[in-house]
C-alpha cells in the first residue's frame, strides 16, 4: 500500500501561485511514478502532469505547459506542483496519484493506483 497526503490548495487571484504537495509513504513507493490530476465541477478527472521518482521522465498536459512544475524531494518522500500564472480555468480539486506503469507516460486515470484525498484549488477572475 502506498498512501498519498495533498497540501497547498486555496484560494488565489488571476495571475497568482500555488504550490500543491504530496507525501507519499509506505511499501516501496519508489517503484512508483507519480502523477498531478485534476478535477473540475461536472467535468471528467484529466491528466496535468507526470514524474518518475527518478526525475528521468516529466510529462505535462498542453493545458498547463510553461505554466506548471512537477518536482520531487526523494528525502522528503514529496512530490510537488508549482503553479504559476494560474487562470479561473485552472480551478478544480487536485489530487495525486502513484502509478506502476512506465511507458508510454500513463495520462489516464484508471492507469494509476493509489490516490490522495485531493486538494482544493480555486482561481478567482
Known amino acids: 500500500q502506498v498512501q498519498l497526503v495533498e497540501s497547498g490548495g486555496g484560494l488565489v487571484q488571476a495571475g497568482g501561485s500555488l504550490k500543491l504537495s504530496c507525501a507519499a509513504s509506505g511499501r516501496a513507493f519508489t517503484n512508483y511514478a507519480m502523477g498531478w490530476f485534476r478535477q473540475a465541477p461536472g467535468k471528467e478527472r484529466e491528466f496535468v502532469a507526470h514524474?518518475?521518482?527518478?526525475?528521468?521522465?516529466?510529462y505535462y498536459a498542453d493545458s498547463v505547459k510553461g505554466r506548471f512544475t512537477i518536482s520531487r524531494d526523494t528525502a522528503k518522500n514529496t512530490v510537488y506542483l508549482q503553479m504559476n500564472s494560474l487562470k479561473p480555468e485552472d480551478t478544480a480539486v487536485y489530487y495525486c496519484?502513484?502509478?506502476?506503469?512506465?511507458?508510454?507516460?500513463?495520462?489516464?486515470?484508471?492507469?494509476?493506483?493509489?490516490w490522495g484525498q485531493g486538494t482544493q484549488v480555486t482561481v478567482s477572475s
Open positions: 514524474i518518475k521518482w527518478t526525475g528521468s521522465r516529466i
Open positions: 496519484a502513484a502509478t506502476s506503469r512506465a511507458f508510454p507516460v500513463p495520462t489516464r486515470p484508471n492507469e494509476y493506483v493509489y
